[in-house]
């Protein structure tokens, strides 16, 4: 896999088992290795902030030979301000360009106000504030890869009634660094992942002392749930 491929393009069989392999009825699954397991595990049981709304969902299956994803919507009442799809990948025997046996690929997604999207220092900023997840939580991580990507949509006829609107999309994929018996610190990849997804939607800090981050500022028009 390229590091910068777009894991959603991938199929998925509807199951969201943590082993993810060749299931064609034709091949014996291989038993799950106990470094994926692990970090499945910590993914299950990180404490993220109640207004991020996380649950399995299926998996790429030809991205590697184990994969499990997340994924998360950003809910303020009855409104969804952001989402966004993580996905961890396994490959016991190392893969060249993840420099890693683990892999972790996300796509994240908001609605923009159309001012802030015609702002030409937004993708760095957007970018930054991936790494700057990363780094705030301490992780170390090694060949990050990714696109930033706005997009307008103006709508005329029969949809002239709707107010233009922006999207920002950020995907992105990263080697985390592998910990005691070769498991990476997933559960802390996650909280560092809700922490960007929760900076595009606009939510403030999780901390009260986290005066580094920079949040978007609230957009119109958040999708009603």
Same mark, same amino acid.
């Given at each position: 896999m390229?590091?910068?491929?777009d894991?959603?393009s991938?199929?998925a069989?509807?199951?969201?088992?943590?082993?993810?392999?060749?299931?064609?009825?034709?091949?014996?699954? *291989?038993?799950?290795?106990? !470094? &994926?397991?692990?970090?499945?595990?910590?993914?299950?049981?990180?404490?993220?902030?109640?207004?991020?709304?996380?649950e399995?969902t299926?998996? *790429?299956k030809?991205?590697?030979p &184990?994969?499990?994803a997340l994924e998360?919507?950003?809910?303020d009442?009855?409104?969804?301000?952001a989402?966004?799809r993580?996905?961890?990948?396994?490959?016991p025997a190392?893969?060249?360009?993840?420099?890693?046996?683990?892999?972790?690929?996300?796509?994240?997604?908001?609605e923009?106000?159309?001012?802030?999207a015609?702002? *030409?220092l937004?993708?760095?900023?957007?970018?930054?504030?991936?790494?700057?997840?990363?780094?705030?939580?301490?992780?170390?991580?090694?060949e990050p890869?990714?696109?930033?990507?706005?997009?307008?949509?103006?709508?005329?006829?029969?949809?002239?009634?709707?107010?233009a609107?922006?999207?920002?999309e950020?995907?992105?994929?990263?080697?985390?660094?592998?910990?005691?018996?070769?498991? !990476?610190?997933?559960?802390?990849?996650?909280s560092?992942?809700?922490d960007?997804?929760?900076?595009?939607?606009?939510?403030? *800090?999780?901390g !009260?002392?986290?005066?580094?981050?920079?949040?978007?500022?609230?957009?119109?028009?958040?999708?009603?749930?």
């Amino acid at each position: 896999m390229a590091a910068d491929r777009d894991p959603l393009s991938d199929g998925a069989d509807g199951r969201d088992d943590v082993n993810e392999g060749d299931r064609d009825g034709t091949r014996t699954t *291989p038993p799950t290795p106990p !470094p &994926f397991r692990a970090a499945v595990d910590a993914l299950r049981s990180a404490r993220l902030r109640p207004q991020i709304e996380v649950e399995p969902t299926p998996a *790429p299956k030809r991205l590697a030979p &184990f994969a499990y994803a997340l994924e998360a919507t950003v809910v303020d009442g009855e409104q969804d301000l952001a989402d966004g799809r993580l996905v961890l990948l396994h490959d016991p025997a190392g893969h060249d360009a993840w420099r890693g046996t683990f892999r972790l690929v996300t796509l994240i997604r908001a609605e923009l106000e159309p001012e802030m999207a015609v702002d *030409p220092l937004l993708p760095d900023v957007c970018w930054s504030w991936l790494t700057g997840a990363l780094q705030a939580r301490g992780l170390t991580y090694g060949e990050p890869s990714g696109t930033v990507t706005r997009a307008s949509s103006h709508y005329f006829g029969g949809l002239s009634a709707r107010p233009a609107a922006s999207q920002i999309e950020i995907r992105a994929s990263w080697t985390p660094r592998e910990g005691l018996g070769g498991v !990476p610190d997933t559960g802390s990849h996650l909280s560092a992942w809700c922490d960007l997804l929760a900076q595009v939607a606009g939510l403030p *800090p999780a901390g !009260p002392g986290d005066a580094s981050v920079v949040t978007l500022p609230q957009r119109r028009g958040p999708q009603s749930r």
